[in-house]
């Protein structure tokens, strides 16, 4: 768990981030969503104190993060940034031992450690182990990247635009594969990004900064529905609201009894694929598969219903 | 018509760009120069010496043949490997054969006559140097095989100057008259060189650092080391006399450390702070260079800033660092010899001495191992340079 309580940066005149008190619970994903300069970018790297804050503190597990050293902190959370920040001399393999070598752990149990990461990634150890930053795809630079930060097996994950340099399609499957990892490894992540999309996708939480002040701390259900000042209305996007709205539930479990015929759709598709999978197919229902097997159907109006605003 | 035009377009194509001035300096070197010069003695003006004149009608023709083949070679389309054997094999004949030129012109007897390598010989032999760099630099060589390459050439001129064919030559009549002063003050040259570089290095290094890491003394020192790149090395060098006196006279064991206002002391002094900018500003540059990525990802990561300085900012600025190191070195090696003039020793001696007594010779005992000294420098540091970016894998992650 990470509390972060009345915290405050001042640079000589500007106030970069102003009292923000959040608290992100553990396991989960907090997506600081703000225009550049908002202060979202300071108000993470106070987190593993890159930046001290002015006033207030930050604590992780109960502890004060000024208890102990910096660089002993940062060793046991992970971080990655925009453009990954891999460093271009050393291999993949050392890449990626960055942090276990800090810690002295021994020869052995670093190798089996980068190999185990290198596959979490989808990336075969023989082949990329021994690879220089260069010579690889910027998707898998930025998978290295990721890996990386979790070599050391961190609690907690900081993430400052990590798909940033991605181009659209590599980033929605980098993003895919980031969810899953953190589901199986029940990392607590704190994500800074300007893509409302991005945030809504990956976040359990959604934080929305503006000139270093926090906004609105809520899931994203409530982000879109409720924003807490035009600002952050403007920000989700009054006209996308209700596509936003549909890309948080899986068509699964919006499905009903009702027989359609058709192709079908998966159980996990977002109910926002669903829907532009019916209209796109001039159906008002279509059969729902899980595992492809029929478990019922979903229907236009199902979904429609969902994409409504609070009354 | 149609294939008369084709027929020029390629004949203009066949011949080689750089091949075509190349032959023309062997032409000028052999035919119009006078290849080697003899005078009574050293001081008198040498008479100029055709190569028939200088090395016998078979001697100069088998030269002629030879370096007409090189010409030739040269400004036809030829394959990098044939162009270096023949630039290689050229050098090599034309290097035995001024010496050979030293024995056919001396008379027997006659110690006091001295024979020089003429114009002519050096057209030819920068022609040659021209052949054989840019056959090299077609080949493509690693940093390894042009080491090796280096190494050969040195290995090459030892044996050349050890089997005793250069001895009937002005130059190493010279250096046998001198040979103890020859070689004490080659060590001295080195020491003043290397000894300016290293000190630049010790120090400079980590001002380069401290002006990275605070841009309030960045300014000042850069502008301060630029201003003294900017005085004229014969006046820095006087210059240094004065102060260097002063600390002589009243820092109490000054003078036991051999420090004075004319000598070494002032003479290392000055190279050393002409050494400095380019040590300082190019490890500035090398660790500005350093993607901000990398270094922010270093902190977020947990390494201190000792562990970042020497385990990712040091190994990536390391190229233009050793750059730096290589402007420097080649810089000192030639402008050591100035400091002969404030009696530092160095090579200059030579150079002064032969200058002062109008021997040609004499300067070129001090002025031809400088020169060498400053190339093999060049060359190995060139290819230092180059190893330190290949592991640096020289693409940067943007």
Not at chain 1, 237 to 252: E, N, Q
Not at chain 2, 146 to 171: E, K, N, Y
Not at chain 2, 178 to 188: H, I
Not at chain 2, 312 to 325: D, F, N, Y
Request: glycine content about 10%; overall charge neutral; hydrophobic content about 50%.
């Amino acid at each position: 768990m990470i509390e972060i309580d009345a915290v405050t940066k001042v640079y000589g005149e500007a106030t970069v981030v102003d009292a923000v008190t959040a608290t992100v619970p553990s396991g989960s994903v907090a997506a600081i969503v703000g225009t550049s300069g908002s202060g979202k970018s300071t108000l993470l790297r106070m987190i593993n104190r890159l930046v001290d804050p002015t006033s207030g503190a930050v604590r992780i597990d109960g502890r004060d993060t000024r208890e102990e050293p910096p660089h002993v902190l940062r060793r046991r959370i992970g971080y990655v940034i925009q453009g990954n920040g891999l460093f271009p001399h050393r291999t993949v393999a050392q890449n990626i031992a960055t942090v276990p070598v800090l810690l002295d752990w021994d020869k052995r149990r670093i190798a089996a450690r980068v190999d185990e990461l290198l596959e979490l990634f989808q990336l075969d150890p023989a082949e990329f182990r021994g690879r220089m930053p260069h010579e690889l795809s910027g998707g898998q630079q930025q998978r290295v990247g990721v890996a990386r930060g979790l070599a050391a097996g961190p609690n907690i994950l900081l993430m400052d635009e990590p798909f940033g340099a991605l181009d659209p399609i590599i980033r929605a499957k980098a993003q895919d594969d980031l969810a899953a990892i953190q589901k199986r490894l029940g990392t607590t992540i704190v994500l800074v990004t300007h893509d409302m999309e991005e945030a809504i996708g990956l976040g359990d939480a959604i934080g929305v900064m503006d000139e270093g002040r926090l906004l609105q701390f809520a899931p994203p259900e409530e982000i879109i529905a409720r924003p807490a000042s035009p600002f952050v209305e403007r920000l989700v996007g009054a006209a996308d609201r209700p596509f936003r709205l549909l890309s948080l539930a899986r068509c699964g479990d919006l499905a009903g009894p009702s027989a359609a015929s058709g192709p079908a759709i998966d159980a996990d598709t977002s109910a926002r694929d669903a829907l532009a999978d019916l209209l796109w197919s001039a159906r008002d229902a279509a059969p729902v598969a899980r595992d492809g097997v029929i478990v019922g159907s979903v229907t236009r109006e199902a979904l429609e219903a969902k994409a409504a605003g609070p009354r | 018509m149609r294939s008369g035009r084709d027929g020029a377009v390629l004949s203009a194509r066949r011949l080689d760009k750089l091949g075509v001035p190349i032959a023309g300096l062997v032409a000028i070197g052999a035919g119009l120069s006078p290849f080697a010069t003899f005078s009574a003695n050293r001081i008198v003006l040498g008479e100029p010496r055709s190569i028939f004149e200088a090395l016998g009608a078979v001697g100069g023709g088998l030269t002629l043949v030879g370096l007409t083949t090189a010409a030739l070679v040269a400004v036809l389309p030829t394959r990098p490997l044939l162009r270096l054997a023949v630039s290689v094999s050229a050098t090599a004949v034309l290097m035995v054969m001024i010496g050979r030129a030293g024995t056919h012109l001396t008379p027997p007897d006659v110690t006091l006559a001295r024979v020089s390598p003429g114009s002519g010989f050096w057209v030819l032999l920068f022609a040659l140097a021209l052949f054989l760099t840019d056959s090299l630099t077609r080949l493509r060589l690693s940093p390894v095989q042009r080491l090796v390459g280096l190494a050969l050439a040195v290995t090459a001129m030892a044996v050349l100057l050890g089997s005793g064919a250069w001895d009937d030559l002005s130059i190493l009549k010279e250096y046998d008259s001198r040979a103890p002063e020859f070689w004490r003050e080659g060590r001295r040259h080195v020491v003043l060189a290397l000894g300016s570089l290293g000190l630049a290095v010790i120090t400079g290094v980590p001002l380069g650092v401290a002006c990275n890491q605070s841009p309030r003394i960045r300014v000042p020192l850069l502008t301060g080391l630029n201003f003294i790149q900017t005085i004229p090395s014969i006046a820095l060098f006087g210059l240094l006399i004065a102060p260097l006196a002063w600390v002589a006279a009243s820092v109490p064991g000054a003078q036991d450390l051999g420090i004075s206002g004319i000598g070494a002391a002032p003479a290392l002094v000055a190279l050393y702070a002409y050494s400095l900018l380019p040590v300082v500003s190019n490890t500035v540059v090398g660790l500005d260079g350093v993607s901000r990525q990398a270094v922010d990802a270093a902190s977020g990561m947990g390494m201190t800033a000792r562990q970042k300085l020497l385990r990712i900012e040091a190994p990536l600025a390391l190229p233009v660092i050793l750059a730096g190191v290589r402007i420097v070195l080649v810089q000192n090696i030639g402008l050591a010899t100035i400091a002969a003039l404030i009696g530092g020793g160095g090579f200059g001696v030579f150079v002064f001495q032969g200058m002062g007594q109008t021997a040609t010779d004499l300067i070129l005992l001090g002025a031809l191992p400088t020169v060498m000294m400053a190339f093999v420098a060049a060359v190995g540091l060139d290819a230092a340079v180059e190893l330190s970016e290949r592991r640096g894998a020289g693409k940067r992650t943007p």
